[in-house]
């Protein structure tokens, strides 16, 4: 049951681009990760741009700058799953996105799921989920993304 | 209807959405919308094509892990398109 597992957390930043993942979580064969927060906000200066998110299931995790993921109970171990952000070579995306949203730079964002309901990758080694930058009205916009999981 | 998440602005929710019980995905409910509906899993489906077809998220979880499942034919099915 996804609610009851370890809870872990992480953030990363990007200057928003079309199709730029900024978060992802890559599951291995013994643990399946599930997406229970996710919070897309923006430190560039106020102005209005609109920028898409999507959160997709990935086959190939890709290139990214490892995180070690904050376990939200400091007696757990770390993460079994592996944690990236700001990635160099994009994750193999499945087609359909799990969620799909936009927002307007001076607004955050949060989508929060139901216990139970969690948005689940697969215990396959390289099979995840990313959070990804379908595209952004403004140049240099910059974007941050905070999310929570659990295995 | 119980919501299977929540989105939230500036502190302020602002729509809530569904998880499909075929592929797992959240989408945003629209309260005037036509919602499709398994009978088998008893849970709100996304309404995608290939999402219509009773194929639980479970079974495609699994498949995805490689053990076998009563759904493997039509997993295969919905993954050529």
Redesign the interface.
């Known amino acids: 049951m996804a609610a009851n597992g370890r809870r872990y957390g992480f953030s990363g930043s990007i200057t928003g681009a079309a199709n730029k993942t900024i978060v992802g979580v890559t599951a291995t ?1 013994t643990v ?1 990760p599930s997406l229970l927060d996710l919070i897309i906000s923006s430190n560039a200066v106020p102005a209005d741009n609109s920028s898409e998110w999507q959160v997709m299931r990935f086959t190939a995790a890709g290139t990214s700058t490892a995180v070690v993921a904050a376990a939200y109970d400091s007696g757990d171990p770390a993460s079994t799953s592996v944690c990236g952000k700001n990635h160099s070579v994009e994750p193999t995306y499945a087609t ?6 936009a ?1 307007n730079q001076r ?8 216990p139970g ?1 969690e ?2 990758a ?3 080694a390289a ?1 995840g989920f990313g959070v990804f930058c379908v595209g952004v009205a403004g140049v240099g916009v910059v974007e941050l993304a905070s999310i929570v999981f659990s295995e | 209807m119980r919501e299977h998440g929540a989105i939230i602005t500036d502190g302020i929710q602002t729509a809530s959405t569904q998880k499909c019980g075929h592929c797992g995905g959240h989408f945003i409910v629209v309260k005037s919308g036509y919602l499709p509906y398994c009978h088998q899993c008893d849970r709100i489906t996304c309404g995608r094509l290939a999402c219509l077809e009773h194929i639980p998220l479970e079974a495609q979880l699994e498949y995805a892990e490689g053990k076998k499942t009563q759904y493997d034919d039509a997993i295969r099915k919905i993954r050529r398109g």
């Open positions: 064969a399946r359909v996105p799990l969620l799909d949203f927002h607004a955050t964002v949060r989508w929060i799921a139901a309901e948005i689940i697969p215990a396959t099979n």
